[in-house]
C-alpha cells in the first residue's frame, strides 16, 4: 500500500504539473498555413468561435463553431495574389461557399498544436515527477522524518515564511493570469444580417455570421456588400446543380464490375467538387481519375483547390497526375493526401493497371516557360518512354488497362501502339472521342478526352458559377480491371446535366483513325471567344 500510495503521489505531481503547462503551451501556439487563397496564422483561443481578420481594411468577421471546452480559432489572414483588394475579397467569397477542404486544414492545424503542447506539457510534468522522486530518495528517511516533523510543529518564524511565500506565488500568478487593460477599445459584434439586412438571409451560413463594427465596416461596404452576393450567388449555383446531379440517371456497375470518376482540368473551381461526387456517388464509383490542372497557376496559394478534392472524396482511392498549370508542389500536395501521383511506372490501383506520368511542362522538366520546341520536344519524349513502358509490359503479361496522362500530345505513340487498352486525357477543355485508335492489333486502343471539370476557360474557373460547359467521365472496368465502357457527363451553364450513352469497350476497329495531334495542342488559342462559341462536344 505504501508503494501505490508513493506511485499516486508522483502521478498527481506530473498531472499538476503538465495540465496547466499544456493548456497554457496551447493557448499560446499558432501555426502558418495556407488557407483559400492567403498565407495565413492561426491561433487557439477560448471564445467558442472562428474570427478571420482579413486587416485593416476590411471587418473582421467571426462564426460560431462546435468544439469542446468553448475552444476557437483567430485566423490572421494574410498575403494573397491578386491584383486589388476587390478581386482578393471575390476570390475569397466564392471559396468561402466550399470551404469544407480548408475547415479541415484548420482543424488539423489545431489538433497538431494541442498534440504537440500535451507532449511539452507531459515532458514537463515527467521532469518534475523525476525530481521529486529524486529530491525523496536524496533526502534519505531520517531527514524525511525531521521535516515531516517540521512541517506539523512549525516555529513562529517557519509559519510567517511559509505564508509571506505563498501570498508572494499566489499574487504573482494572478498578476500573469489575469489581462490588463492593453488600452485597446472593447469590440462589439453585430450579426451580419443586421448591418446588410439587404442581404438575403436564407443562405447557409449567413445569419451565423456576425462582423465587427467599426470604421471598416462603413468604408468597405461596398466591397463586403459584393463579396457577399458573389458568395450567395455562388452557394445557389451549385447547390442547385448539385440538386439536379442527384437525378441524374447513369448506369450503375453490374456484378463483378467497378466505376472510377474521371476529372480534369478543375483550374481550382472547388464549387463542381460536391457536384462530382454526387454523380460519382449515382455511377457507385470508389475510385477518382485525376488528369491533372487542378489549379490555375500551380501556386502555393492554391492548394485550397486540392484540399477541397481530397475532402470531398475521402474514403476513394485517387489516381493523379499534374497538368501543364500545376508544378511539382501540387503534385507533392497530391501524394501528400494520398494520391498514387503516377511517375512513368505501371501501378495496380483498385484492381486496375494505370501507368502515366505528369505533364512535364507544368513540373518543370522541361519548363513550360521555355520556347514552343523544347516543349514538344518534352511532350515527345514522354510519349515514347511511355509507349516504350507500356510495350514492355505488355509484353511480359502485365498489360495496361489505362494511360493517365493530361494531354494528347503525351500519348499518341502510346495509344499507336496498341499496347494500353484505354488512354485517358484532357487539356483541350472539351471532349474528344471516345474514339478507336489505329494500331497493330486486332483490337484498338480507345481515347477519350474529357472536357474541363470546372468549366474552365483558360485557365480560369473560379467563380460563382461555370464559364463554360463542364463534365466528368465514368470508366467501368470489369472483374480483372480491364475497361469495358465509358459514360460522359456534361454540366451546362444553364444547370442542365446531360447524361451521354453508356459506350462498350472495345471499340469495333472499322472506323479506326490514326493517332494523330490534335489541331489545337493549347486550348487558350481557341479561347479567347464568349463561352457561348467556344468548342464543348465533337
Known sequence: MRLLGKVLAVVVVVLAVAAPTTWTLFLQSERYLVIGAHDATVRPVTDGHATLDFGALVPQVRVPIDAPGDIGVAIDLGDSQGEGLEQVLARDAVIASQPEGEIRAVRSAVVGMAASAALRGLGMGLLAGTATVLVWTALGRSRRSELRTRLLRPTRRQGLTAAATTLVVVGALVLVAVPGDDGSPSRQWVPLTQEFPEVPGDIAGIRQIELARGSATSSSRALVEGALYLYRDSVTFYEALEKNAQEAVLRTPTDGETTALVVTDRHDNIGMDPVVRTIADRAQARLLIDLGDDTGQGASWESFSINSLAREFD??????????????????????????????????????????????????????????????????????????????????????????????????EVAASGCVDLVLTGHLHYQVGPAAIDGPGATPTTRLTTGTTGGAVLPIALGSSLRRQAQVSIVTFDADGVPVGVQVVSFNPSKEIVVADYVELPLSSQGATPAAPDPVEDPSAEETGAPEQLPTTP
Do not use: I
Not at 485517387?318 to 508544378?327: L, Q, R, S
Not at 507533392?332 to 503516377?342: N, P
Not at 523544347?374 to 509490359?393: F, M
Open 315 to 412: 474514403g476513394f482511392k485517387t489516381v493523379a497526375v499534374a497538368g501543364n498549370h500545376d508544378t511539382d508542389a501540387v503534385a507533392d500536395q497530391m501524394a501528400d493526401k494520398g494520391f498514387t501521383v503516377l511517375r512513368g511506372k505501371p501501378v495496380t490501383v483498385g484492381g486496375v493497371r494505370f501507368l502515366g506520368a505528369s505533364d512535364p511542362r507544368g513540373t518543370k522538366l522541361t519548363g513550360y516557360t521555355e520556347d514552343a520546341e523544347t516543349r514538344n520536344g518534352g511532350l515527345a519524349e514522354q510519349d515514347t518512354s511511355l509507349r516504350d513502358t507500356a510495350c514492355e509490359a505488355d509484353a511480359a503479361g502485365d498489360r495496361v488497362g489505362v494511360l493517365a496522362v493530361h494531354s494528347w500530345a503525351s500519348a499518341s
